[in-house]
């Protein structure tokens, strides 16, 4: 069982950067793999970044590449979501989850309580 729990989001202006981070419970973090999907007001949600249980390999939806940067840190059992370079069609709740299915776009098991993110034009 991974508990999850995401901060870090606000109000920001166009252009501008957050960092989301997602903390979890429970010894088997380094185990899983783990992505950040978001959902907008009236859209599904939609995936955003992943990376391996070991941080070595990362995957980016094509909105979000060059601009966001997943990482993760095992000993603190804690990922995180550098997002620069906002726009306001980043704005969204921002959902961290868990996976031992694989990596990417695959089903997750543990979801987090999400954080708003909106971004002002």
């Known amino acids: 069982q991974v508990q999850l729990v995401e901060s870090g989001g606000g109000l920001v202006q166009a252009g501008g950067s957050l960092r989301l981070s997602c903390a979890a419970s429970?010894?088997?973090?380094?185990?899983?793999?783990m992505g950040w999907f978001r959902q907008a007001p009236g859209k599904e949600r939609d995936f955003v970044a992943a990376?391996?249980?070991?941080?070595?390999?990362?995957y980016y939806a094509y909105s979000v590449k060059g601009r966001f940067t997943i990482s993760r840190d095992n000993a603190k059992n804690t990922v995180y979501l550098q997002m620069n370079s906002l726009k306001p069609e980043d704005t969204a709740v921002y959902y961290c989850?868990?996976?031992?299915?694989?990596?990417?776009?695959?089903?997750?098991?543990?979801w987090g309580q999400g954080t708003q993110v909106t971004v002002s034009s």
């Open positions: 429970g010894r088997t973090f380094s185990s899983y793999s």
């Open positions: 989850a868990a996976t031992q299915r694989g990596y990417g776009r695959v089903d997750y098991d543990y």
């Open positions: 990376i391996t249980w070991s941080g070595d390999s990362t």
